[in-house]
């Protein structure tokens, strides 16, 4: 674990090449113990074998969807019969019953009801809370929970702004003077905003009033995707890959687009010029594509973001299922397959990391060029 986290630090601070070359042999021995450790209960001999109950086949796709969702609870580890997770509040609103705020502990891990509320396991509501009423009833209420993807938000709020607050008290100490360490890769990212992205997209006349929200939305992606990569706790939550954050982000760019349009953007909306008159009147076709369009761009940036961060994430789980899998045929062939999947997750961990980087950087272009057609002046 302490070498796990000592090469997280390393890569943070270091040359991602250096350090991946440097590094590369204790993290395979490291992710080869972590990935190996659950199948110490398959390598049994055949009298053990017989004597054992039978178990449930493992269900790769049930492992990975659970691993990539949201939960009222964070956890952390299952040994045996011992699950070791941590509650997190439930905050519910219910029209029959009032407010309730409890602990989802009460649940314990899914398999009881509290004060008629449960954890549904089937659909429409499946891992969602549902009230039962009195009559066998199933209502969903007003659910105001602190999940595990919210409580990896806050996490993450948290990081950046004492990272950040750092750095400027850092530059409040050492005025006039070079910056050093982590001061300087900050700067260097934050230059790389403002003249690659937010200066050649918007344009020198307004992009210094949308670099504190494009600075935001970069490194609030970022650590994000950063963050979801390291599976130990208080990371690992899959919060870039829920479509209702990336579905915010992209809202907030549609808001801050909307109201920073000025007449010539609104004008080649409702009335584009050089277009046919029979194209606006008297069905106005051009101007619901062009609406249409606008819409579609914050639509976009939503399903890119989350597709991306979770199909990687279910590639990784989908080769770290293949010891399970084969396994559960045979004790000797789950062994056997462990190295091949060993090297095939480290792989797509470190295409993880490229692909958070390239994310967090698309997200805050496109959003840049839908501020710069915004803005845009006329010609």
Request: overall charge neutral; glycine content about 6%.
């Amino acid at each position: 674990m302490l070498l796990y986290c000592k090469g997280f630090f390393i890569f943070v601070r270091c040359n991602i090449f250096r350090m991946i070359k440097r590094r590369v042999v204790p993290w395979i021995g490291f992710l080869a113990i972590f990935l190996l450790l659950p199948l110490e209960g398959l390598a049994l001999s055949e009298n053990e074998t017989h004597e054992l109950p039978e178990e449930e086949d493992f269900q790769p796709g049930e492992f990975i969807m659970k691993h990539i969702g949201d939960a009222y609870e964070w956890h952390i580890l299952t040994y045996k019969d011992f699950h070791l997770s941590v509650p997190l509040p439930v905050v519910l609103y219910s029209k029959y019953s009032g407010f309730h705020v409890f602990m989802s502990s009460r649940f314990n891990h899914g398999h009881d009801s509290y004060k008629g509320f449960l954890i549904s396991h089937e659909e429409p509501h499946e891992g969602k809370l549902v009230e039962v009423l009195n009559d066998g009833t199933v209502v969903k209420p007003l659910d105001l929970s602190i999940t595990k993807n919210v409580l990896a938000v806050f996490i993450s709020v948290i990081l950046l702004l004492w990272l950040f607050i750092a750095v400027a008290r850092k530059y409040e100490r050492t005025r006039g003077k070079a910056p050093a360490g982590f001061q300087n890769m900050i700067e260097t990212v934050i230059l790389f905003i403002r003249d690659d992205v937010a200066r050649p997209s918007i344009g020198e006349r307004h992009y210094e009033r949308f670099m504190p929200y494009l600075l935001t939305l970069f490194f609030f992606i970022l650590a994000n995707n950063l963050m979801g990569l390291i599976p130990i706790f208080p990371f690992g939550a899959n919060v870039t890959g829920n479509i209702a954050v990336t579905g915010i982000l992209a809202f907030f760019t549609l808001m801050f687009t909307i109201f920073s349009g000025n007449r010539y953007y609104w004008k080649e909306i409702f009335n584009a010029p050089g277009v046919p008159w029979w194209l606006k009147i008297p069905i106005p076709m051009m101007p619901v594509i062009e609406i249409l369009g606008m819409l579609t761009k914050p639509l976009v940036l939503m399903v890119r973001l989350f597709a991306n961060i979770t199909a990687g994430h279910i590639i990784a789980l989908g080769f770290f299922s293949l010891i399970f899998i084969f396994g559960n045929m045979n004790p000797s062939m789950g062994w056997a397959v462990s190295p091949l999947t060993v090297v095939f997750t480290i792989f797509m961990g470190a295409l993880e990391i490229l692909v958070a980087f390239i994310q967090a950087y698309v997200f805050t272009l496109l959003s840049a060029l839908y501020f710069g057609m915004a803005t845009a002046e006329h010609h």
